[in-house]
């Protein structure tokens, strides 16, 4: 099993986390970066000190080898330091992904796809199925396991049900990959670049068409 650790980073400079990520190595930890100062980090996260914090977090896990990967999240308060951020993951992390198509958020508000920078967004490659849940799964910090970050629905509590839990996943993946609601008899799902959890968020979202959906050409029939 490859654990994967995902964080803000704010905490990842205190020694009794970093002696335990040093103790226990994971698989890798990924760092979610949001800017290249701190002007345009603290601003996108609301917190003030956000990125002194992560810079001396990078730092202690570079000292240590912790096993680091940076998710350079790409937005249009922070397009223009996309540069830099990319030398501050060459600098601490063996390696980087960049992200700009931002999602809704999990309770269904869509306010977040209004910072996305459009000469950033790419078109990811036609859909063809998806292995998580059944090669990989996804846990929250309360124990509830879930196919992935975007497809949380009947999650497993492993607190009570155990690792046996993880056994009744793959059929829960599977209903969720389902085309269902806006998807319904799409003409063009064999062409979809969306898998179909995450375009039911953006539907339940209301987010405009053109953000996950092929019918950018003015034709939103399905």
């Known amino acids: 099993m490859l654990i994967e650790i995902l964080t803000n980073g704010s905490r990842l400079h205190r020694p009794e986390i970093i002696e335990q990520l040093?103790?226990?190595?994971?698989?890798k930890v990924t760092v979610s970066l949001y800017g290249a100062s701190a002007e345009s980090f603290d601003s996108l996260t609301r917190k003030p000190g956000a990125f002194k914090l992560l810079?001396?977090?990078?730092?202690?896990?570079?000292?240590?080898?912790?096993?680091?990967?940076?998710?350079?999240i790409v937005t249009k308060h922070n397009a223009h330091e996309v540069q830099a951020m990319r030398e501050i993951a060459d600098e601490y992390a063996t390696t980087y992904t960049e992200y700009a198509n931002i999602s809704p958020t999990?309770?269904?508000n869509s306010q977040p796809l209004a910072?996305?920078?459009?000469?950033?967004?790419?078109?990811?490659?036609?859909?063809?199925?998806?292995?998580?849940?059944?090669?990989?799964?996804?846990?929250?910090?309360?124990?509830?396991a879930t196919m992935c970050k975007v497809g949380r629905e009947r999650p497993i509590g492993l607190m009570t049900e155990g690792l046996d839990g993880l056994l009744r996943l793959p059929a829960i993946a599977d209903a969720q990959m389902?085309?269902?609601?806006?998807?319904?008899?799409?003409?063009?799902?064999?062409?979809?670049?969306?898998?179909?959890?995450?375009?039911?968020?953006?539907?339940?979202?209301?987010a405009p068409l053109n953000t996950y959906c092929q019918h950018d050409n003015g034709d939103e029939t399905a």
Do not use: I, W
Request: net charge positive; with cysteine.
């Open 22 to 27: 040093s103790a226990m190595p994971p698989h």
């Open 55 to 72: 810079t001396k977090g990078l730092k202690a896990a570079k000292e240590e080898n912790v096993p680091l990967e940076l998710a350079l």
């Open 106 to 108: 999990y309770d269904g």
């Open 115 to 144: 910072a996305q920078a459009p000469g950033f967004l790419d078109k990811s490659s036609v859909f063809k199925g998806c292995p998580a849940g059944h090669t990989f799964f996804h846990v929250d910090p309360h124990g509830f």
């Open 178 to 206: 389902l085309r269902s609601g806006g998807c319904s008899g799409c003409q063009l799902s064999a062409k979809c670049r969306v898998c179909r959890p995450l375009a039911k968020a953006y539907q339940e979202a209301k």
